[in-house]
């Protein structure tokens, strides 16, 4: 079954703490990208990634950091440096250069208690 | 800056009663328009890109038209399936592919 997964689902986090999310797909697409999305807002790019090993900043990056070891793979880290980060957490991908459409996974909702 | 704005921000229809959304977009270079269509607590799901203007794009009862200001998705004889919040994004020709996304239209369809 090809797609996008995302794991966790839900994730509640204590103040001060670093945690990771997922983002996998075995859609064999080169671009995948990380938004945020709080109620009445719009989604706000957090980091992209174009290839493996390379990554770019987008709107919103501080207090998050990535990684694109693998191809299908794209992690997320929100560290303890993020103010507010209890959101909507999408990963989405893009088949190739020349390609426009974005795909989205499911999310991730992280709470901070 | 590129900006995209969407209104309204909530529409409440009976079955049937067919209605528009509007999405206006200030960008220096539009590469393209995407639509999709986002359920609670969900991703959003891709419905149409629109490249440029006079191009129009249909799915079931939801048909997207694309201005060199804004953009209409016209939604027909909605049924309560229909459903959703319905979000609007530019991609600028010059900032690769990133897209600015606008804060959504929440759709409400009664029986």
């Known amino acids: 079954d090809g797609g996008i997964t995302q794991s966790p689902k839900y994730l509640f986090r204590k103040e001060g703490q670093n945690v990771t999310l997922s983002c996998e797909q075995n859609?064999?697409?080169?671009?995948m990208y990380w938004y945020r999305q709080d109620p009445g807002q719009g989604l706000r790019l957090i980091y992209y990634s174009q290839i493996v090993n390379d990554f770019q900043k987008g709107d919103i990056a501080e207090g998050y950091s990535v990684s694109r070891e693998k191809k299908e793979s794209f992690p997320l880290t929100v560290t303890s440096a993020q103010k507010n980060p209890t959101a909507f957490y999408l990963c989405?991908?893009?088949?190739?250069?020349?390609?426009?459409?974005?795909?989205f996974g499911p999310g991730t909702r992280l709470t901070v208690l | 800056e590129d900006q995209v704005t969407q209104s309204p921000e909530a529409l409440r229809l009976q079955e049937g009663e067919s209605s528009s959304l509007n999405c206006s977009y200030t960008v220096s270079g539009l590469r393209g328009l995407f639509w999709y269509r986002q359920d609670p607590g969900k991703g959003p799901e891709f419905l149409f890109t629109l490249y440029s203007a006079g191009e129009e794009k249909e799915k079931e009862r939801l048909k997207a038209t694309l201005t060199k200001k804004e953009s209409f998705l016209h939604i027909t004889a909605p049924k309560p399936e229909d459903s959703a919040t319905y979000l609007c994004?530019?991609?600028?020709?010059?900032?690769?592919?990133?897209?600015?996304f606008g804060g959504g239209t929440r759709v409400l369809v009664k029986p």
């Open positions: 859609l064999n697409h080169d671009a």
């Open positions: 994004a530019v991609q600028e020709r010059a900032a690769g592919n990133k897209l600015t």
């Open positions: 989405a991908t893009r088949e190739r250069l020349g390609t426009d459409t974005q795909y």
